[in-house]
Structures are given as C-alpha cells and as structure tokens.
C-alpha cells in the first residue's frame, strides 16, 4: 500500500513551470467553447513560467494543491480590485485540472485562499467567474457565494458576462 500527500502550500518561485502547466491545461478545459480560440490561445501563452516567476517574485500570494508529485491546482488571491464592491480581499483565481475537479478540492483551495486572506484582516470576498462557465458559477453557488455585482469582459470580437460572488465578513 502507498500513500500519496496532498497538500495546500504558497508557491515558491521555482513551482513556475509547474503552475504554468496547471494554468494551461485547466483555462484550456474551462474556457473551450466559451472563449473564442484565438483568444483562449493568447492568454494561455502569456502565462508561462517566465510570467509566474515573475508574478511570485513579486510577491502575488499563490496557494498550490499539490496531489503527489502533481501540481492539481492553484489559487492566486489578495485585495479586491473592483473599489466599487464592499469587500476587503478576492480570489482572482481558482483552477483544477479536469482529473481532480469534482472531488472537493476545488473546495479545499477556496477555503485555504479565505484562510490566508483573513489572517491578514481580509475577511470578507469576492470571486469573479464568467456567467457561461456553469462548473465555475455552480461551484461559487454552492460554496455559499451571492451574486452581487455583474460586468462585462471582451475576448476578440465576443464580450462575456460574468458575475461577482461574495462573501461577507
């Protein structure tokens, strides 16, 4: 019998290559057929290593879920940007790979993100997710997020709805 740990921890500098991959392959799963290809292809490829070391140099907070050997997962989190919603921090992302989605990790992420941003006097948040990802919206849901707050974003020549979720203090 072997073990296999499983792990939330801040991501160091030289987890960029590995992060890159999680990022690939979870916005590729998850935005197929919504984001036109083009477009899903250029923000992919903008977000390799060499962008992730940088972010993590820089001090972005970014909590990994690490399945073995595999990074699964990641959450990038910090202050809310949108100063017109009420509420102190946000989860700017939160993504699986396809293979551990559905398992209650997405869940254990989310609430290790909250964690962190609460210990630094964050205790309320939000979470943007694009209306037509129904895994996204659906997960936000049932995590006990309202929507309160609805925006716009253009991919191209397509412009998405998306929906703000929060969550008070």
């Keep these: 019998m072997s073990t296999v740990l499983i792990e939330i921890r801040r991501a160091k500098p030289s987890d960029a290559t590995l ?77 699986l790979r396809p293979e551990f989605q559905g398992l209650g990790f997405g869940r254990r992420l989310f609430q290790a993100a909250r964690r962190d941003l609460a210990q630094t006097g964050m205790k309320s948040l939000v979470v943007w997710a694009l209306s037509d990802n129904e895994p996204a919206t659906e997960f936000y849901r049932a995590l006990g997020g309202r929507p309160v707050a609805r925006s716009s974003e253009t991919f191209g020549n397509k412009t998405l709805d998306k929906i703000a979720f929060a969550w008070p203090a």
């Design 19 to 95: 992060i890159a991959a999680a990022h690939d392959e979870a916005w590729r799963t998850s935005y197929r057929g919504i984001i036109p290809g083009p477009e899903l292809e250029k923000l992919v490829s903008r977000r390799g290593p060499a962008w992730w070391d940088g972010a993590l140099r820089k001090g972005s907070r970014v909590s990994l879920f690490v399945f073995g050997d595999t990074v699964a997962g990641y959450g990038n989190f910090g202050r809310n940007r949108a100063r017109s919603l009420p509420y102190d921090g946000e989860i700017y992302e939160l993504y």
